[in-house]
């Protein structure tokens, strides 16, 4: 089974990216339309993020975010095959001046990102573009042939990855040496012991504490990680700081600034982010 799929993918991968783009089209009919994919949790997210919003215009977000959701897809499959030349003239590192003047003080970096544009292509992008390596937290698959294929696909350019459970002891062992520590944090933190409650998209949204946690211990300066859809296929970075080397920060700040960022984003281009995520599975308790 591993093997077929991994052959149907880079047989795919193969195909240039306007081909890719038609059949995503027909995969977006037979699984949102006709299928439904996890149209419930879609509307349901998007209908409490956006209650303004009547009917009418919550379906032509919900239509326009699975365009833009089975593109990615596309985008990712095409990765296998991507070239370095391809990737750069498709993502635009907007202010790297920013991370270099960190590697500069011989410090490393802590990017955070979100599950907006095409996240994958990021970590490429950002894994090319600096001259110290980037090593990035990511969550294990459980078939060990996605898994192989994943990590194939995400180390291509030089990255290092890690599973996030093991994120603090893998930076402390670093020690101080330059490099970018990549993260994504928006994901519900379903098995999180401990977790941090705000106030996101106007719902009580529940969000990981280990972006803060790792900034209180480290002190290394963060910056979020803006991904801008400029047009299909095409996307811009920009490095906005959140703490800076050396800055005692409680973690709750670290996380608060984090999801004020991440709602920015999303509230200038709803429809680039990963509305199927069931993002608000948990409920704040009323006490404790």
Not at 12 to 27: D, E, F, H, N, R
């Amino acid at each position: 089974m591993g093997a077929c799929m991994r052959f149907l993918i880079k047989a795919l991968a193969s195909l240039p990216l306007p081909l890719l783009y038609a059949l995503g089209s027909v995969l977006r009919w037979l699984a949102f339309d006709v299928g439904g994919y996890r149209r419930k949790v879609i509307h349901d997210n998007i209908a409490g993020c956006y209650p303004e919003l009547d009917p009418q215009r919550q379906r032509a977000l919900a239509q326009e975010f699975s365009r833009r959701f089975v593109a990615v897809l596309m985008e990712i499959l095409k990765e296998t095959t991507l070239s370095k030349e391809a990737l750069q003239a498709r993502v635009e590192i907007k202010n790297p001046e920013l991370i270099m003047q960190a590697f500069d003080a011989g410090s490393p970096v802590i990017a955070v990102a979100a599950h907006h544009g095409n996240w994958e292509w990021m970590l490429l992008a950002l894994s090319m573009k600096f001259p110290h390596p980037v090593e990035a937290a990511y969550k294990p698959l459980h078939d060990a042939w996605a898994e192989q294929l994943m990590l194939e696909t995400r180390t291509r350019f030089g990255a290092n990855m890690f599973p996030a459970k093991t994120l603090l002891p893998k930076v402390l062992s670093g020690g101080r040496k330059p490099r970018v520590i990549a993260l994504v944090a928006d994901q519900e933190p379903v098995t999180a012991e401990r977790r941090q409650w705000l106030r996101f998209m106007g719902r009580d949204t529940a969000f990981y504490m280990g972006l803060g946690e790792l900034a209180r211990a480290t002190r290394f300066p963060v910056f979020f990680c803006g991904m801008q859809r400029t047009r299909r296929g095409h996307y811009a970075v920009t490095f906005t700081p959140l703490t800076k080397a050396g800055e005692t920060v409680d973690a709750n700040t670290v996380v608060q600034r984090y999801a004020a960022e991440v709602e920015a984003q999303v509230r200038a281009d709803p429809a680039s982010w990963l509305w199927s995520n069931r993002r608000w599975k948990l409920k704040k308790p009323l006490y404790g």
